[in-house]
């Protein structure tokens, strides 16, 4: 690429989680091969980060429409931190009430660790009622849990003894170790649409994952981040990582969808710059693709054609 974008850019990796509301056909028949070369390609060129979804386990009722396909977050970043070099690994979205935050903490600390210091930790709330029961967690509570959890994960994260006072996970005098190499602790950017989950980021985290909010919504969350954060006394950088419609570069001979855009890389660069106009700091990317090699394509397509008019 001869021009650098101004603003970051990664993507939520194929293959890794396969909803039918985004995944391709032909993800159902890939598997490692084609989650590492997706994720080396990012890495080649130069996107900031790439992501990996979390669901324990998905019930029977929803499995049509979420599919039962789901990696691990924490196995595969760590896989992928040995397959790539520079570009940041994300957890989009970490379901933290259902794991102890100790436990998470030390999860994401050693993946920081043996990244280089790469993580980003995107956490959320969860929505699927019977993964919480199967795990004996209060689905209705989860909002209150993850705030708690936040708290100590950032208590666990920071300091080596860390201290938590609860109310449901009291901890005190246990070292957590490894350390995270970045410092005071890893980026938390917090998931959600709601307005609970908007100031939660606001209020917790370092960055806002938005899920697909469309353009008209995006001012007024917005706003409500700004004005949470000043009357809570917080300043700093602030990360709100949006996700724009799928792409694809070119005039596809198929049809991609009506959550999809195509065309010449002016076109769709255009696109990508009324969501940076809004206050977008990241873009998370999607290319359209009828197999693994057109994926590939497509996303040096959208490097090297489309982000420089960014």
Same mark, same amino acid.
């Given at each position: ?31 490692p ?12 060129l ?23 396909t ?27 009430p259902l ?13 920081d !660790? #043996?990244?280089? +210091?790469? =993580?980003v930790? *995107? ?5 699927? &009622?019977?993964?919480? @029961? ?14 708690e ?24 005098g246990?070292?957590v170790?490894?350390?995270?190499v ?15 989950a908007?100031?939660?980021?606001? !209020? #917790?985290?370092? +960055?806002? =994952?938005?899920? *697909? ?5 995006? &001012?007024?969350?917005? @706003?409500?981040?700004r ?15 949006v996700i724009p ?13 009506r ?36 994926y590939?394509?497509? =996303?040096?397509?959208?490097?090297g ?6």
């Amino acid at each position: 690429m001869s021009d650098s974008p101004s603003i970051p850019y990664g993507i939520q990796l194929p293959v890794q989680s396969q909803s039918t509301i985004y995944c391709e056909p032909w993800e159902t028949r890939a598997g490692p091969a084609e989650l590492a070369q997706a994720a080396q390609a990012a890495d080649r060129l130069g996107f900031d980060y790439v992501a990996v979804c979390d669901h324990v386990a998905i019930p029977e009722r929803l499995a049509g429409a979420m599919g039962a396909t789901w990696y691990d977050p924490v196995s595969t970043l760590g896989w992928l931190a040995a397959l790539t070099t520079r570009t940041r690994l994300m957890s989009h979205v970490a379901v933290l009430p259902l794991r102890h935050p100790l436990l998470s903490a030390k999860q994401y600390a050693t993946l920081d !660790l #043996l990244s280089g +210091g790469r =993580l980003v930790l *995107g956490v959320g709330a969860g929505h699927v &009622p019977e993964e919480f @029961e199967a795990l004996g967690v209060d689905f209705h509570q989860r909002g209150a849990i993850l705030d708690e959890t936040l708290a100590a994960l950032d208590a666990a994260l920071r300091e080596e003894y860390p201290v938590h006072p609860g109310p449901r996970f009291p901890f005190s005098g246990l070292a957590v170790s490894p350390r995270p190499v970045q410092r005071p602790r890893p980026p938390l950017w917090v998931g959600g649409s709601s307005p609970r989950a908007v100031r939660r980021a606001a !209020l #917790l985290g370092e +960055g806002w =994952l938005s899920q *697909g909010d469309a353009p008209a919504a995006l &001012p007024a969350q917005l @706003e409500l981040i700004r004005a949470t954060r000043e009357q809570a006394g917080r300043s700093g950088p602030f990360a709100v990582n949006v996700i724009p419609p799928a792409l694809f570069v070119g005039e596809p001979d198929w049809e991609i969808g009506r959550r999809s855009v195509s065309g010449k890389p002016e076109q769709l660069a255009e696109t990508l710059r009324a969501y940076v106009a809004l206050g977008a700091t990241h873009l998370q990317l999607r290319p359209r693709s009828r197999s693994a090699d057109e994926y590939l394509e497509q =996303l040096e397509r959208i490097a090297g054609e489309v982000l420089p008019l960014v």
